[in-house]
């Protein structure tokens, strides 16, 4: 007799990452981990030939190639391996195309998403509130265990996800999808995120506008409209808007030295476009954006940073360029298109909107954050990228 893994098992276990990190990094990779072992014991693996049918698969596999040679002329081989670390994630996309996906499991990878981070809404009440005596940080309230900026992102997903939802009632009923996006909204008005609000701006307009349609869609497009006005008079709101003026008045008054938030993010996407323009061909090596940025910092050609390492250009696209050159930026972005149309063609059904909705988080929020090499954004597109999209299209119940 052979033995034989359940699918159950198969899919929780690949699922849980998404689970997870809201709430612990730790048990994300050992639920990752532990994905390795349970694949390998599946037999899935034998499905390889379905990999090269994934529009995504050839960009994405030359991408971790040159990431993996790139560690060849780096002087930074510890921030190295972990770039290297990030980008070879990539293989729980390949992994993910190989699974005899069904929409049950589909629902619960949805459902853990979400589950993980109502968990942490939770925590992030009781944390805040001093109810529960965890560490505190009294200028990151109502962020629970996860970081601010990874989870701001997080809740807009979530958000985007529940106006899908609440259309076609595939996943929870109308007033579980209420309960949850009044939640989660909350949490993200309400935590210092600012690049979840701004990505909330920019995308729920656009995803009301494909979702719905005749007068639905101008009430709810109002109803958008209502609630950023109404946030802009928030004391909060208006405070981060301050700062963010001030970080920049600081940067063009001090040109040769920051030390701001806004003042640092710009002066390392100056040095992304320095190191690109001066490494074309090859990059700076992988893991080497810092030195790289010291030795442009010691030559007076990018603003100073004191008391900053800056390991890359807080921009998806500039950081590729820099460390890899032209090759590694066209790669990425090869595989960010295959997977954008391969989601795009699939939009209307669970799968393809839930993965259309990150890609437009990670387009987006890529111009102002690296997240390719983050160790959630990076592992979350790679497992979102497995799903089941347009030749798979019409999974099985």
């Not at 001030?246 to 030295?257: G, K, M, R, T």
Request: aromatic share 14%; with cysteine.
């Amino acid at each position: 007799m052979t033995f034989r893994l359940p699918d159950s098992a198969v899919f929780t276990v690949y699922a849980l990452p998404l689970f997870f990190f809201p709430l612990s990094t730790a048990g994300a990779g050992i639920s990752a981990g532990l994905f390795l072992l349970i694949y390998a014991a599946s037999g899935y693996w034998r499905r390889w030939r379905e990999i090269p049918k994934r529009p995504w698969a050839l960009p994405l596999a030359l991408l971790i190639t040159l990431t993996l040679l790139g560690l060849l002329w780096t002087r930074d081989m510890h921030f190295g391996f972990k770039v290297a670390a990030a980008t070879s994630y990539g293989i729980y996309a390949f992994m993910g195309a190989t699974l005899p996906w069904r929409e049950r499991w589909l629902r619960r990878l949805i459902r853990l998403f979400l589950y993980g981070l109502l968990i942490n809404a939770v925590l992030a009440c009781l944390i805040t509130w001093r109810i529960l005596h965890w560490h505190y940080d009294p200028t990151l309230p109502y962020v629970g265990l996860a970081g601010h900026i990874w989870l701001s992102m997080a809740l807009t997903h979530a958000l985007l996800w529940i106006l899908w939802d609440l259309r076609t009632g595939w996943n929870f009923g109308l007033w579980p999808n209420l309960a949850l996006g009044t939640l989660f909204f909350a949490e993200l008005a309400l935590s210092p995120g600012r690049s979840g609000q701004l990505l909330f701006v920019l995308l729920m307009p656009a995803a009301v506008w494909l979702l719905f349609q005749g007068h639905w869609r101008y009430w709810a497009l109002g109803a958008i409209a209502a609630t950023v006005v109404a946030l802009s008079f928030s004391p909060i709101v208006q405070s981060r808007v301050a700062l963010g003026m001030e970080n920049l008045q600081q940067f063009i008054h001090n040109p040769a030295s920051t030390d701001t938030s806004w003042g640092i993010r710009l002066a390392t996407m100056w040095a992304g476009v320095k190191m690109a323009e001066e490494h074309p061909l090859l990059g700076v090596g992988t893991g080497d954006f810092a030195p790289a940025m010291a030795d442009l910092q010691a030559r007076h050609e990018v603003t100073a940073t004191p008391g900053t390492r800056n390991d890359s250009a807080a921009n998806s696209y500039l950081s590729e360029a820099a460390v890899l050159g032209l090759p590694g930026l066209v790669l990425l972005l090869w595989f960010l298109v295959a997977l954008s149309r391969e989601s795009w063609r699939a939009r209307m059904t669970p799968q393809g909107w839930f993965v259309l909705s990150y890609l437009g988080i990670f387009w987006i929020g890529g111009l102002y954050n690296t997240l390719t090499w983050g160790y959630g954004d990076a592992f979350t597109i790679a497992l979102l990228a497995g799903l089941p999209l347009m030749r798979h299209a019409d999974i099985a119940p």
